[in-house]
């Protein structure tokens, strides 16, 4: 129904880096000393057939309240923050809400007792 990343997460290009100044192209991890900035090229670009969910892409780039733990964040989101997007259509809201109770799960296990 909706893709679950960004197009911009989703490019394979093997050198995704240019150098500042001459424009080289590094790839992640190479041993070059100097400044690099993420240029990835498009031709490398994975084909999406279906767009993301933008409550969700809201949702991942938000950034939490201090002391604010991801438990909380997540049931904020779920109880106020979709229904806040007057712009979501009911399906975008209800993939979004399966989507944050899974992350829920997860966070609820990955906390100690």
Known sequence: ???SKTPRD???DPRPLSTIGTGRRVAVGSNYAGETVPNPRPEYD???HNEPNWLLVAFRDEPR????TEAER?????GFGADHRTTATDEEREHF??????????TEQETPA
């Open 10 to 12: 989703l490019n394979r």
């Open 1 to 3: 129904m909706f893709a």
């Open 74 to 78: 997540i049931a904020w989101w779920k």
């Open 46 to 48: 994975h084909p999406q």
């Open 97 to 106: 809400r399966r989507v944050l109770t899974r992350l829920a799960r997860f």
């Open 65 to 68: 309240e201090p002391g604010e």
